[in-house]
């Protein structure tokens, strides 16, 4: 366990921010993880897993913990379904795949997310008519404080919309070293309710798909609409869809008679924030070498040598100017960090 000194965090954030860590050490166990958490004299300490939800928009004066466990694990087996317990350094698309080869149904429609299996129940990644939530057993995490590994069951995890417990109360006190999904075994009911797959499905004369079949239609959609990050720096969605009351709702519809929307409750509706950011004019433009993708306006892309504090200035810009023309906040969804 060897703690490095300057590192460049360049190849270990998705936005491809060029930023440097004063101290840096990769954990690969979670004896490791705690060995580094005991010691002194460092002020400040910084996890970082995949790197896929977070913005660096400064050098970080502190050590910064990358999280690097490996492993999947068979904890239980029965007729109808499997229990998974998968270590918080694995990518999270490689374990989709890897579900899909071993006929484990259930993540399909979470396909090509980025990041790790670690940082998933932090915002409870979702995609395409499916939450984790949908499918999530439990999770290990380890008490900063105390080194200490406490089991989170799903009602702890507090899941909402791109949220659990650990965006709130529970920041920054806790590091998730792993991750229990309770998955499906055939016969499958894959969840093809969402508008876009059932296009592409229907584009492919697939009929009965599956999960095979709606996990290469979640593929080809998100290449389709969002920039691989190993060619073009970013996050993924920036910001979240917001959600408003009915009352504002009401107006904004009087407003915006062609909006899209979604009704989540007799009181609430989500309005895409994509539909927000191009109405506004943003979509496909480019701020030096920070920018707005063209094909999907909730992507915030790095063209090449963009910094984390010249994406923070055109994501401040996007949400005044949403607010001004709509009188709706958005919030990101990715963290600020620096």
């Not at 998933?120 to 939450?131: D, K």
């Not at 055939?186 to 009965?208: C, F, M, Q, V, W």
């Not at 979240?240 to 007799?266: C, G």
């Not at 063209?303 to 709706?328: C, H, P, W």
Request: with cysteine; charged share 20%.
């Amino acid at each position: 366990m060897k703690i490095q000194h300057d590192i460049s965090l360049k190849k270990y954030n998705t936005f491809g921010i060029e930023a440097l860590a004063s101290h840096f050490i990769e954990i690969t166990t979670i004896q490791n993880l705690q060995e580094v958490l005991r010691q002194k004299g460092y002020r400040k300490k910084l996890v970082l897993s995949g790197g896929s939800n977070m913005l660096i928009t400064n050098d970080l004066n502190a050590l910064v913990i990358h999280i690097n466990i490996k492993g999947i694990t068979i904890l239980s087996e029965e007729e109808n379904h499997v229990i998974l317990k998968i270590m918080a350094g694995e990518n999270w698309h490689e374990l989709v795949i890897w579900t899909i080869n071993h006929n484990y149904g259930g993540l399909e429609n979470l396909s090509l997310i980025p990041g790790n299996v670690g940082t998933s129940p932090i915002q409870n990644i979702g995609a395409y008519g499916v939450e984790l939530k949908d499918c999530f057993e439990s999770c290990e995490a380890m008490d900063i404080s105390t080194q200490q590994i406490i089991t989170f069951s799903k009602s702890d995890c507090q899941f909402g919309y791109r949220d659990s417990i650990f965006k709130n109360k529970g920041k920054g006190k806790y590091i998730i070293t792993s991750v229990n999904l309770k998955l499906s075994k055939p016969p499958h009911r894959p969840n093809t309710s969402y508008g876009a797959i059932e296009t592409e499905l229907k584009k492919n004369n697939i009929d009965h798909p599956t999960i095979k079949d709606v996990s290469n239609a979640v593929i080809s959609i998100r290449q389709k609409k969002l920039p691989d990050p190993a060619k073009l720096g970013n996050s993924g969605s920036f910001f979240k869809n917001p959600v408003i009351t009915k009352d504002k709702f009401i107006t904004f519809l009087d407003n915006n008679p062609d909006a899209p929307f979604y009704q989540i409750s007799e009181t609430a509706y989500k309005i895409p924030a994509a539909w927000l950011i191009e109405q506004c004019g943003f979509k496909g433009k480019r701020y030096g070498d920070a920018g707005v993708h063209k094909n999907q306006a909730l992507v915030l892309v790095n063209y090449g040598n963009a910094s984390g504090q010249e994406i923070l200035r055109l994501a401040n810009k996007i949400q005044d100017a949403v607010s001004t023309q709509f009188d709706i906040e958005i919030s990101p969804e990715v963290n600020i960090i620096g």
